[in-house]
């Protein structure tokens, strides 16, 4: 009977659906071991550090990832990093097959003068640091000034204005990381813009997102009603039924009963950013609009406007993404989720996508190679296994219990081994 090995790099939802993708597909006459290699501590990749604190159902999925992590053809190896503790060429050589999920880390450029200015910053470093990632636990990011604008119009640049225009109680019994708790807590930040380069009928928002603002208790959230108006004028009369859910969203928002709360989130459409002014930080954004040239004085700039892949060496990238056919990088190595597709859907996209490639996968597979895995490479380094990190999962939920919080995340890694067992 083949047994084949399969690497996973990357711990996020696309790794998680590529080795669910396996095991549904284990049959008499075909079995996998499967390792998944993660680069921090913690698996569950943008689960754990993407999606926004405010919104737990969400992270529910982890559930599914603790199922497919528990059957005994699973191991994980955290804190093992790609390029630095092994090479793709060590996995490649010694698996069957090896299937890269590792996500688009890096937050794409507006290529616009001033950009780099103090405190204008990217989703891809806000949204890291308020979820608690190791990376970005000593990120600064100064929350003084009363006006912030985002740059974007999807779901990441609505996840951003909305953590910066809550009322900080309400991320009390969330996961919200203790440094971006305790700094959102002290803002001065009332009054943030989140800006469309093009019309509302274009915005890449997702309507059940829209939907649960006019829920926040505490925030004023404006949109012009002649903008959705124009907007379904520019629809037509067949709209795609996404945009027509979101105009219906937004309409809706933009016909609710105004509220007087200290604290506003406003949408502007057509507004398209041309500079980031400031004398050495962020004082304001030079937009051009239908009416003309428009300044919006500001203290802080997120822009939230896609990401892209952090290259690897041995990988060939095109447009943010690893150059692929169909999943297939070339010879035994595959690619899946965000790295494969570019940075588009919401986590469950990633199941089909990832059922898709391992289908490729399998039926390119010939004779088991047989030629050992990582535990020839790392001897000597501290592994997170999937038992430390079921411990390191105990500790964080355990001190959240008598806050009311799901989890106190650890954002320090050398106290995420320490809880792991190290
Ligand atoms: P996105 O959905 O692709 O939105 C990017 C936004 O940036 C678009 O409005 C785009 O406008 C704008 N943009 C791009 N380049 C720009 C530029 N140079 N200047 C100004 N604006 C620019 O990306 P995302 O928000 O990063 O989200 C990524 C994926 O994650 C999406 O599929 C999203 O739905 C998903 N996600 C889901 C959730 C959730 O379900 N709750 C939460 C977060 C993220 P144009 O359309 O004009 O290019």
Redesign the pocket.
């Known amino acids: 009977m083949p047994h084949y090995k399969i690497a996973i790099v990357g711990a996020g939802p696309s790794g998680y659906f590529a080795a669910q993708a396996l095991q549904n597909s284990v049959t008499e006459d075909l079995t996998f071991s499967i390792d998944m290699i993660e680069r921090l501590p913690t698996p569950w990749g ?1 689960v754990r550090s ?3 604190p405010d ?1 737990p159902k ?1 992270k529910t999925v982890s559930k599914v990832f603790e199922k497919i992590a528990s059957e005994p053809n699973f191991r994980l190896f955290g804190n093992v990093e790609l390029g630095k503790d092994l090479s793709l060429e060590d996995l490649t050589n010694r698996y069957d097959a090896v299937v890269m999920a590792t996500g688009s880390a890096i937050g ?5 003068p001033g950009e780099d200015l103090a405190n204008s910053i990217s ?1 891809a470093q806000f ?1 890291p640091w308020y979820n608690g990632h190791p990376d970005y636990a000593d990120f600064k990011v100064d929350l003084s000034g009363k006006v912030a604008v985002v ?9 951003c204005g909305r953590i910066l225009a809550l009322d900080p109680k309400e991320l009390d019994e969330t996961d919200t990381a203790d440094h971006a708790h305790q700094d959102l807590s002290k803002s001065n930040i009332r009054k943030v813009f989140i ?4 019309g509302a009928e ?5 309507a ?2 829209l939907r649960d603002l006019p829920k926040l208790e505490h925030t004023n959230v404006i949109i012009s009603k002649s903008d959705i108006d124009a907007a379904i004028v520019a629809a037509g009369d067949a709209p795609e039924k996404d945009v027509k859910s979101n105009l219906d969203a937004m309409l809706a928002i933009a016909e609710h009963e105004k509220t007087s709360h200290a604290r506003t989130m406003e949408f502007l459409f057509h507004h ?2 041309t500079e980031i002014k400031g004398s050495g930080q962020v004082q304001e954004v030079e937009f051009k609009t239908p009416a003309g040239q428009k300044v919006i004085k500001c203290g802080l700039v997120i ?5 892209e892949a952090q290259p690897l060496s041995g990988i060939s990238y095109e447009k943010g993404k690893v150059l692929n056919t169909d999943g297939r990088v070339k010879d035994n190595l595959y690619v899946v989720g ?1 790295a494969k597709r570019g ?5 469950g ?1 990633n199941k089909s996508d990832a059922a898709g490639v391992i289908e490729l996968l399998i039926s390119t597979l010939t004779t088991p190679k047989n030629a050992g895995d990582i535990n020839d490479l790392i001897v000597a380094h501290k592994v997170i296994t999937q038992t430390h990190w079921e411990a390191i999962n105990a500790a964080e939920v355990a001190s959240g219990e008598p806050l009311g919080k799901p989890r106190v995340k650890v954002a320090d890694k050398d106290e995420l081994l320490r809880l792991g067992g190290f």
Do not use: C
């Open positions: 943008l993407g999606v926004a919104h969400i794409k450029k507006l290529g616009i989703a949204v740059i974007g119009a999807g779901n990441v640049a609505m996840d800006t469309g380069r093009r274009f915005a890449a928002f997702t059940p997102e398209v950013p822009s939230a406007i896609g990401y965000w940075p588009s859907g919401v986590i996209t």
